[in-house]
Structure formats: C-alpha cells, structure tokens
C-alpha cells in the first residue's frame, strides 16, 4: 500500500477526472448541485502536510488537524465527492520552505483560502463538463465575493449562507440592514412553509421568506429560513441568470446537508480519513482512491434502486459495502443468507420509518396552521 502511495507511477488526478466523468455520466442532471464544503483529518505531530492547530468541524473546536476543501455533485439520482484540495495555511506551511520540501509540497503551490480552492474545483468541473445549474456551500463560501463574482461569470446560480452580521442591499440598493433585523420586521402572512428534503425522520420543513435585492434587473434574493420550533434563522445570498421560484431556491438550499452525509459515509465506509501517510502526493493518491471507492459504491446503490418498493428502504451505501464484503473478501460466507438477512433489515428499517415520518408530518400539520 506504501508503494502504491508514494512510489509507483500514476496521476491521481487523472483517476479524478476519470471517476468525476464516470460519475456525471450515472448521475449527470441538468439540474444538478455543485456543493463545495471542508472537513478535517485530526492528527498527531507537526510532520503530516498542512497540519497546524486550527479549528475544524470533525472535532468542533481547535484541534492539531489538516484541513481539505471538497466538491460534491447532487442530482435526483444521486450525490458523490468529485474533487478534493488539500489546504496549505499561510504561515507555518507556505512560507516554510524546509517544511514544503520534507513534504513534497510542489514548487508552484501557493497560498489559497478556502473558497479560493473552492473556485479552482468549479472551474474544472466546468471545463470537465459536468452538468450542473447551482453551486451552495455555507458561511465560509458565502461571504466571499470572488467566489460569488466567478459563479456569476459561468452563469451559475447559486444559494450560499451568510452570517447575521452581514449586510445587505435593499431598497433598490440604497439601504444596507442586517439579516436579522430585516427577518423582525417582516409580518407573519409572508412565512411559507416548505421542506427543503427529506431526512431522518421525515420531510425537514421550515418556514421561509424570500425578499428582491436586485438592481437592473438582475435576478437576486435574500432567502430566509426559519425553525418552526426553536425561532432559529439561517441566511442565503441567492443569484440565478433567470427568474426562478421560491421552491427552487429553497431545494438547492437543503441540498448543502448533501455533503455533509457524504463525508460521514466516506469516513465511516471507505476510510477517508483512516491514512497513514504525510506527504503531498501520497496524500492526494489515497483520498482520490476513497472517493473512487465511494463512487462504486454510489453507483451501485443508484442502479439497484427501485421507486415501485415500498415494503423496502432503498439499499444504501453501507448495506452495499457488507455484501460485496461477503461476496469477495470471504467468499466461504453464505450470500444467501446473507441477502435473505438484508432485505429482511430493510424491511424493519421501512416501517421503523414510516412511524417517524407518520410522526413528524403529524407534528408539523398542528405547527403550520398556526400559519
């Protein structure tokens, strides 16, 4: 594994494109999501390229880690990670020549935020040809106006979150007001209650109102949302070359949860972040090989699916990993039985839902006719 890692000849980005382009052909939409998100690796030791105490989610406080910037697709078919950037901090990696060197850190590599590495991954998305209409990420991307502009010149919508304390424009632009002081003042008639998708316990539904801050013409929205239950707020910057509806906004909106699952499977199913390695290259050679793991086993589910079976959840990722573990690490094992035992689970799995999401609309009906 070693070797493979850091001293046999291959192009881990060329097996990216590869994967990517595999991937947009099974779950290609022209409607699809570009979702762009970080996650940490924690880590031990000052040697593992990019590591640095900074804080990072996987922990949720400050931590000895690396950090890495993702791309996720989304479509109605399905959801996978297509890209991947390694993030470099400033001081104690990029202007550390030694430390590059010992590392493998190419010569060419410079500093680059996080919504910077994000703009790199569009761009070769794009260019690759992938199919895709929205780009979402939350506050980090969100109050970059680069990232904002480069979207904009691609003509791709986008539905990114923003903190409270940002302003922006109304008015026709001659007003600058805080998020949340604009969501007080705005009367109860204008709070439309809808899901942004389905989770664990049934349809995630909120109230939402959305308000024009474009000039010109432009197509431009301030998109809020609003727990039903906890009075919670959240805020996106919304752009779209055309007229859009609310709900479209609001379905890009609640895809960004999208990657989110996608690192906890990839972590959990593929080992994204279980390496043993610290340099550059080695790096980017076993996190492509994770995603290109996650890839077949996303297909895999996407084809086996079946809309007209409802007595079954449809198979999922995990369930797909234990077969084929059956099947070809000991292929001794009974995979009849084991099939048997499956579909069995995601019968009980089925109806175990069906009670949450029963519960949940029930719940939900009494809070919105209050609206």
């Known amino acids: 594994m070693q070797r493979l890692l850091r001293e046999a000849v291959w192009d881990a980005d060329a097996v990216r494109d590869d994967t990517r382009d595999w991937l947009i052909e099974q779950l290609g939409h022209p409607e699809g999501v570009l979702i762009g998100d970080e996650t940490g690796f924690v880590k031990k030791g000052v040697c ?20 890495a910037v993702f791309l996720a697709y989304a479509s109605p078919r399905g959801r996978a990670l297509i890209d991947r950037r390694l993030y470099l901090p400033e001081a104690t990696w990029c202007q550390q020549p030694q430390r590059r060197t010992a590392a493998g850190v190419p010569t060419d590599t410079t500093f680059a935020t996080k919504p ?10 794009i260019d690759g040809g992938v199919q895709a209409s929205w780009f979402t990420g939350d506050e980090v991307y969100g ?3 680069g990232l904002r502009a480069e979207l904009e010149a691609r003509g ?8 409270c304390d ?3 424009a109304t008015n026709n632009g001659r007003t600058l007001i805080r998020p949340d002081d604009l969501a007080a003042e705005l009367p109860d008639n204008v709070w439309q209650p809808y899901s942004c998708g389905p989770g664990a316990k049934g349809p995630r539904v909120y109230l939402w109102a959305w308000i024009t801050t474009a000039t010109g013409g432009e197509h431009r929205w301030l998109l809020i949302r609003r727990n039903p239950y906890t009075g919670e707020l959240a805020f996106y910057l919304c752009w779209s070359p055309h007229p859009v509806p609310l709900r479209a906004l609001i379905r890009v909106a609640g895809c960004r949860w999208r990657i989110e699952e996608l690192f906890q499977t990839s972590k959990n199913e593929t080992g994204l972040d279980h390496y043993q390695v610290r340099g550059w290259t080695p790096w980017y050679r076993f996190i492509t090989l994770a995603m290109l793991a996650l890839a077949i086993l996303t297909t895999l589910a996407t084809q086996d699916a079946d809309d007209t079976d409802t007595e079954h959840i449809p198979i999922t990722v995990p369930e797909i990993r234990r ?4 099947l070809i690490i000991t292929p001794t094992g009974d995979l009849a039985h084991a099939i048997h035992w499956s579909l069995w689970r995601r019968k009980v799995q089925a109806r175990a839902r069906q009670a949450h999401y029963q519960r949940r609309l029930t ?9």
């Open 166 to 168: 940002r302003r922006v």
């Open 323 to 326: 077969l084929l573990n059956i």
């Open 116 to 125: 910077a590495l994000a703009r790199q991954m569009i761009g070769a998305a």
């Open 143 to 145: 109050a970059d106006p």
């Open 48 to 67: 593992s390229v990019g590591v640095q105490r900074q804080y990072t989610g996987t922990a949720g406080r400050i931590e000895n880690a690396q950090v």
């Open 156 to 163: 791709i919508g986008y539905v990114l979150a923003i903190g």
């Open 363 to 371: 719940r939900d009906s009494q809070v919105m006719l209050e609206y």
